[in-house]
C-alpha cells in the first residue's frame, strides 16, 4: 500500500510525452531546468540567445538519452518568440511547458544613473519578453486544455534590493502578470506560477558580486541553479495541478 502511494505520487512528475519551452536555457537556472525536464521525460527546446550555448545543452540532453532541440532565439524579438513556438510545435507537436526564465540583471545602477531607454530595455528583456511567450503558447495550451507556465522573478520584485529600479520593477510586473493569467486561465486548466529566485552562483549573479548580497541568506551557502529548478520542476509538473497563481521562493530564508 505505501509502495502504491509512494509510486503514484512519483509518477506526477513524469513528463514523458510532454513537450517544454525554456527561456534561457544555455546557461545557469535554465539549463539546469533544462536537463531535469528532459531527464523526466520532457522534449525541451532550449531557447537561448547564445546559440553556441543552447547547441551544447542540446547535446548534453541527447547525451543522456533525452530529446532537445536547440532554438537561437533573442526574447526580446516577437518574431523570434513566434520561430520558437512554430519550431517546437513542428518538433514535438505542441507546447505543454513554458518556463519564461531568460532575463538580465541591471548592472547595479542607481536612480541617478537611470536612463529611459535603459529602462525600456530591461523591462522588455525581463517582462515583455515572458508576455509575449505566454502569449504565443496560449492557443496551444487552450485548445488542448492543459498547460503549465512558470515565470522565473526575483527576490528584488519582492522586496526590493536597493538598486536596479528597472530591475526590481520587471520583476515585480512578473507577478502580477501571472496572477492575472492565472485567473484568466484556469477556466482552461492553465497553471500559472511563478518563482521567487533567491541568490543563485550563476554567470548572471557573479558579474554583480555574490559575497555582499549573500549575507542575507540565512541558510548556510548561496545557492545553486538546482535549487532553483527543482521548484521550477515542481511547478510544472501534475502534483502542482492545484496550485496556481502562487509563487514560491527558494531562497535559503533571505526574505520570509
Ligand atoms: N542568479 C540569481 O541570483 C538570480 C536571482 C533572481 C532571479 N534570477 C533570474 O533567473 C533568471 C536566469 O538567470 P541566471 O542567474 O541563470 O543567469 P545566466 O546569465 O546564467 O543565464 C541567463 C541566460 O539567459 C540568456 N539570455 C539573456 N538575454 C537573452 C535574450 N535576449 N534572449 C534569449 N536568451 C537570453 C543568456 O544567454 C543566458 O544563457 C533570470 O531571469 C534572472 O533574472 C536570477
Redesign the pocket.
Known amino acids: 500500500m505505501r509502495e502504491n502511494t509512494a509510486k503514484a505520487t512519483l509518477d506526477f512528475f513524469q513528463l514523458e510525452g510532454q513537450s517544454a519551452i525554456v527561456?534561457?536555457?544555455?546557461?545557469?537556472?535554465?539549463?539546469?531546468v533544462a536537463l531535469i525536464l528532459a531527464g523526466l521525460g520532457a522534449k525541451v527546446a532550449v531557447?537561448?540567445?547564445?546559440a553556441d550555448?543552447?547547441v551544447a545543452v542540446v547535446r548534453e540532453i541527447e547525451e543522456k538519452g533525452g530529446t532537445a532541440i536547440a532554438c537561437p532565439?533573442?526574447?526580446?524579438?516577437l518574431e523570434?518568440v513566434k520561430k520558437t513556438v512554430e519550431a517546437t510545435v513542428n518538433a514535438f507537436g505542441t507546447v505543454d511547458i513554458l518556463v519564461?526564465?531568460?532575463?538580465?540583471?541591471g548592472g547595479g545602477k542607481r536612480l541617478e544613473d537611470m536612463t529611459y531607454p535603459e529602462w525600456d530595455r530591461l523591462i522588455q528583456?525581463?517582462l515583455t519578453?515572458a508576455y509575449m511567450f505566454s502569449m504565443e503558447v496560449l492557443p496551444c495550451m487552450r485548445k488542448q486544455k492543459r498547460g503549465k507556465i512558470c515565470n522565473?522573478?526575483?527576490?528584488?520584485g519582492i522586496v526590493g534590493d536597493f538598486s536596479d529600479v528597472h530591475?526590481a520593477a520587471?520583476?515585480a510586473g512578473m507577478l502580477g502578470m501571472t496572477k492575472e493569467m492565472a485567473r484568466e486561465l484556469a477556466k482552461d486548466h492553465i497553471n500559472v506560477n511563478a518563482?521567487?529566485?533567491?541568490?543563485?552562483?550563476?554567470?548572471?549573479?557573479r558579474?554583480?558580486g555574490?559575497e555582499q548580497?549573500s549575507k542575507e541568506i540565512l541558510w548556510p551557502r548561496v545557492?545553486t541553479?538546482e535549487d532553483?529548478a527543482y521548484s521550477i520542476v515542481f511547478l510544472v509538473s501534475e502534483a502542482a495541478e492545484y496550485l496556481t497563481g502562487q509563487m514560491i521562493c527558494p531562497n535559503g530564508g533571505s526574505w520570509m
Not at 527561456?23 to 539546469?32: L, Q
Not at 531557447?47 to 547564445?50: N, R, S
Not at 518563482?195 to 549573479?205: A, E, F, N
Open positions: 527561456t534561457g536555457a544555455g546557461n545557469g537556472i535554465g539549463r539546469s531557447c537561448d540567445i547564445e550555448s543552447a532565439c533573442n526574447v526580446c524579438l523570434d519564461n526564465n531568460a532575463g538580465g540583471g528583456l525581463n519578453s522565473v522573478s526575483s527576490g528584488a530591475y520587471s520583476k518563482l521567487g529566485t533567491g541568490l543563485t552562483d550563476t554567470r548572471m549573479s558579474r554583480r555574490l548580497a545557492g541553479p532553483q
